[in-house]
């Protein structure tokens, strides 16, 4: 069985570009989490979803931080426009209900310059 | 704001027990005590989790104090591939949702 799948692995941006990245989570997980985990850190949570719906967006920055979770399956994380402080791995995780454990994808590498 | 402390990093002879430790002084009766680990360059990878009871599973056993207030994880035959960091987490529950609040957590290196 496939995991959680995201891409793209690594991504070098310029700074006020935008930047989308794409989650796939493991076939009939409803809950979904996108994670940032900055150098020498623990993750941190930045939004979770109960299907289509966003249930914990409260750590998303919303200024500059969009995502969505259209049909309740994929996921996409946005940030326009970027900035050097967003330089993180960006992590997508899956869980079948709100309290499984959740499973983790390998992380979008960003690193804004 | 994570909820648990671990010692910033460990060495462990291979093949010998690897025994982690976590103190979660502030948990709540209804909050359960999660394991991770992330190798370098990977998404952490989920090893165990309890609420008050001892657990084993094929990877590692989980102890947990009576009092809740601390938690060991343990690793029985440690192995080179078994070096990563691990993360003691406590899961919250607030307004009926999850939440997974990792701290920095133990960097563990397995030496030949």
């Known amino acids: 069985e496939a995991g959680v799948v995201q891409s793209p692995r690594y991504k070098i941006i310029e700074k006020k570009q935008p930047v989308a990245f794409w989650c796939n989570p493991i076939s009939g997980h409803n809950t979904l989490y996108w994670y940032r985990q900055n150098l020498g850190q623990g993750p941190e949570l930045l939004i979770r979803?109960?299907?289509?719906?966003?249930?914990?967006d409260s750590q998303l920055p919303k200024d500059r931080f969009s995502a969505e979770r259209l049909k309740g399956v994929d996921s996409t994380l946005k940030i326009q426009p970027a900035e050097l402080g967003d330089s993180a791995v960006y992590l997508c995780?899956?869980?079948?209900?709100?309290?499984?454990?959740?499973?983790f994808g390998q992380g979008t590498r960003l690193t804004v310059v | 704001d994570a909820k648990t402390t671990q010692p910033t990093s460990m060495d462990c002879a291979e093949g010998r027990a690897a025994n982690l430790p976590c103190n979660h002084s502030t948990i709540s009766g209804n909050e359960y005590v999660y394991w991770y680990r992330q190798i370098h360059s990977q998404g952490p990878q989920y090893i165990i989790h309890g609420l008050k009871n001892n657990e084993t599973n094929e990877m590692a056993s989980l102890i947990i104090t009576e009092d809740r207030k601390s938690s060991t994880l343990i690793l029985p035959h440690a192995t080179l591939r078994d070096t990563a960091v691990y993360y003691c987490i406590v899961r919250v529950t607030t307004s009926g949702t999850y939440k997974y609040i990792f701290g920095t957590g133990t960097r563990l290196k397995v030496l030949a």
């Open positions: 995780a899956s869980s079948s209900g709100p309290g499984t454990e959740a499973f």
């Open positions: 979803y109960e299907n289509e719906e966003a249930v914990d």
